[in-house]
């Protein structure tokens, strides 16, 4: 079930249940059709229970939120770094069609987060590791200390996106929870409300109390 505004269904079910058992004279009524005080407690536990669900998956998407700005931007600096290396390292050996192949930069860039980060983490472990390449690319300044500069930032993107993962799944699993709760909570609610609208039916002011719209 789809609700427009959760914080709104909350309040208004909070109120209902309070004033269900709290006004005397609704309490009276509802309690000849079976909502007493220990039918209406079913609901304010459904409700407890929904509100919890509501606050904590709350948090985990904020978290969630958080760790995915911290991915992209460690992500943009690599990509940042990496693309105008790539270029100049392109440019710079044009001539040697096997130094491209070995930095992997023969081919079109991908636009694929995790294949972009494969590919320049072996450019730049080329650039450390292969003498050939970082010799004929000394004069760019794409040199084996730029390399492991990049390669550190490029382990904090990947840090990153384990973290960003790991706290998706967690909001994604609260979001279960609440959307679970909330459907527990609006069907006992429904009957709740239908139970109302017949015990009360002679006082739309106390229907109205209940948060029940009268016309």
């Known amino acids: ?23 005397v ?12 005080r220990d039918a209406i407690a079913i609901g304010t536990g459904l409700h ?5 669900e509501y606050e904590v998956n709350s948090i985990e998407a904020q978290e969630a939120n958080e760790s995915y700005q911290i991915y992209e931007t460690t992500f943009e600096e690599v990509e940042t770094i990496y693309r105008k290396d790539r270029k100049l390292a392109k440019i710079a050996l044009d001539h040697k069609p ?18 972009f980060v494969s590919s320049a983490e072996q450019f730049y472990n080329c650039v450390k590791k292969d003498t050939e390449v970082s010799d004929a690319l000394a004069f ?23 973290t960003y993962l790991r706290e998706k799944g967690q909001s994604e699993e609260a ?37 029940i719209v009268v016309k």
């Open 48 to 52: 407890t229970s929904a509100k919890k």
């Open 175 to 211: 979001t279960t929870a609440k959307d679970e709760a909330f459907v527990k909570l609006d069907n006992w609610m429904s009957s709740f409300y239908k139970t109302a609208r017949i015990a009360l039916e002679d006082k739309p002011q106390l229907l109205e109390a209940l948060g």
């Open 140 to 162: 760019t300044k794409i040199n084996p200390a730029k390399a492991d500069s990049a390669l550190l930032k490029i382990e904090a993107v990947k840090a990153a996106r384990r």
């Open 1 to 23: 079930m789809s609700f427009k505004n959760e914080k709104v269904f909350l309040d208004q079910t909070e109120i209902a249940l309070k004033n269900g058992v709290e006004e």
């Open 98 to 115: 096997s130094y491209l192949e070995r930095l992997g930069v023969t081919g079109k860039i991908s636009l694929n987060h995790v294949l």
């Open 25 to 36: 004279e609704i309490s009276e009524y509802l309690s000849e059709y079976g909502l007493n």
